[in-house]
């Protein structure tokens, strides 16, 4: 076996012995509306951050498939702990499309460092010499807690006698330079500490900021340096499943409590188990169909990426349409396999701490994402394929 393919064994293997002790941690994490440092710790200690880190910084650059697969994996155990990981793991990734100068401010004296982000382009942002002024609130920066740097979305404007359209950046700003709000108050995915960012004229060089055009092209300035087919996958394909991967695990951890527990819950006005009632098999088989499809999909179109990447038939836009609205859809099918398992659960179902309650609103949670928004991303590719113009550039 190659060294390669045993990490990715590894990781694998790391992310399958972790599901129960965060099933355990599941409570706490909820309860603290923050994942907790030990659980942190140990995905550091797997290696799971370092899946799509640069190797010039520390990193493995193991495939999208790798990564996916472990935070699918960790959120058969708890959703909130498998989307910070998600999302602060695949930013990783993103800064290795920074100017190296970024990744040398974050990861110079210590490579283990984090990020979190808030993308919606809410900054206000003024051009000053060397660089730009950024100020604004952004909320939902999952993770910030653990975290030492932030990405920041907001368009700059124009410079002074130049038109142009809306340059979209991501801003990299150290934590120093940003409050944190603590106003994470919701009914799921509780434990991801979603807080506020709040920044107040911070000065930003202009290596500190990513343009998403450079991401959608495939030729950003961390490109010279970091070489492997990786860095070349579009920027939108690679997160936009940070925050809809994690739903396809929580659906299998809510398959895995409903055997475990509820199939074998005698009712009380009925005299027979909830897994005798054909209702209830058919909802079974139907929610572990949606995890096999999803996994399936999201492998395929990885491999397709990949492929193209490494010197294959380029990606098509059409295929990026279409692979943007596969990955939009997942919470959605999630949902509907995991709300018939919620409703057969009995009235057991409903109390606070039981686990299938908790996948149940984490993965509605999970939908609520405006990248996982079904309808927007499937009229545009089905509007796509009857003539119209393409309506998305995040793709």
Not at 33 to 62: C, H, M, N
Not at 89 to 100: G, R, S
Not at 295 to 302: A, C, G, Q, T, Y
Request: charged share 25%; glycine share 10%.
């Amino acid at each position: 076996m190659s060294e390669r393919s045993a990490m990715q064994q590894a990781v694998r293997e790391r992310a399958r012995e972790l599901v129960p002790v965060l099933r355990e941690r599941a409570a706490q994490c909820e309860q603290e509306r923050s994942v907790p440092a030990e659980t942190i710790k140990d995905f550091a200690d797997a290696g799971f951050f370092r899946i799509l880190q640069p190797a010039r910084w520390g990193g493995y650059e193991l495939a999208p498939q790798d990564f996916y697969d472990v935070q699918m994996t960790v959120a058969e155990g708890c959703m909130s702990s498998a989307w910070v990981l998600g999302v602060v793991a695949i930013h990783n990734w993103q800064l290795a499309l920074f100017d190296d100068r970024a990744a040398a401010d974050v990861w110079g004296d210590d490579d283990t460092v984090l990020i979190s982000s808030s993308y919606m382009p809410v900054g206000k942002v003024q051009r000053v010499e060397g660089g730009l002024k950024l100020s604004g609130r952004w909320g939902f920066s999952s993770g910030c807690d653990h975290c030492q740097w932030v990405f920041l979305g907001a368009v700059v404007p124009p410079a002074e006698g130049q038109d142009g359209p809306p340059d979209m950046r991501t801003f990299l700003v150290p934590r120093s330079d940003y409050e944190i709000v603590d106003d994470w108050h919701v009914m799921g995915l509780k434990g991801t500490g979603s807080k506020t960012i709040v920044v107040e004229d911070a000065f930003v060089p202009e290596y500190r900021t990513h343009k998403a055009i450079d991401g959608f092209n495939c030729q950003s300035p961390g490109n010279a340096v970091n070489t492997a087919p990786l860095f070349q996958i579009p920027f939108g394909q690679m997160f936009v499943r940070a925050v809809s991967s994690a739903a396809i695990g929580a659906l299998q951890g809510a398959i895995d409590t409903f055997i475990a527990k509820t199939s074998k819950r005698v009712g009380k006005n009925e005299p027979k188990t909830a897994g005798e009632d054909p209702v209830a098999q058919e909802a079974l088989a139907r929610a572990g169909s949606i995890v096999d499809e999803l996994k399936l999909v999201l492998h395929r179109n990885f491999d397709r990426m990949v492929d193209a990447v490494s010197g294959g038939e380029p990606l098509s836009m059409d295929e990026r349409i279409k692979f943007r609205w596969e990955s939009a859809h997942v919470p959605q099918r999630c949902i509907d396999g995991v709300d018939p398992l919620f409703a057969l659960a009995g009235g057991s179902g409903i109390y606070t701490g039981n686990d299938l309650l908790r996948f149940f609103l984490d993965i509605h949670a999970g939908r609520a994402h405006t990248a996982n928004n079904p309808h927007k991303y499937g009229r545009n590719w089905g509007a796509v394929q009857l003539g119209a113009p393409n309506t998305d550039f995040f793709l």
